[in-house]
């Protein structure tokens, strides 16, 4: 597997508007802008700096991934995402490795993005993305 850089760090919040003040008005960040990914029950939004990018993450919904997260743990960093450079190649081999995988299959990400999660599992409790872009 190849792994070309950190592409983000996801951030799960309450509230987006609301916590992109932050980042916007204290650090200076440009923000992207937002995009909804339905099948994921999550709104993102994202702020560049300099090859990767932070995430935040909202959810849509209160059966939703990032919803559990919030009621489990409370905002903070819900993941790191790493792009590869093939990553279909990249989950078969860690499968073949034994890694316990959340996708086995990539899938639609935002911003077109392909991506598939490594069960924090086999991960000591990191939620780790693959990204490929």
Not at 96 to 124: W, Y
């Amino acid at each position: 597997m190849k792994i070309l850089k950190i592409d983000h760090i996801g951030i799960a919040v309450r509230h987006l508007d609301e916590s992109k003040k932050f980042w916007t008005d204290v650090l200076g960040l440009e923000f992207s802008g937002s995009e909804t990914v339905e099948d994921q029950k999550v709104t993102t939004g994202f702020f560049s700096v300099g090859e990767s990018e932070v995430e935040l993450l909202e959810s849509t919904a209160s059966d939703g991934p990032v919803a559990r997260y919030l009621k489990k743990k409370g905002e903070g960093i819900h993941h790191v995402a790493f792009r590869v450079e093939n990553i279909q190649a990249a989950l078969e081999e860690l499968k073949a490795k034994g890694i316990k995988l959340i996708d086995e299959k990539p899938r639609k990400g935002a911003g077109g993005a392909k991506i598939a999660f490594v069960h924090p599992e086999s991960t000591n409790g990191i939620l780790v993305e693959l990204c490929e872009r």
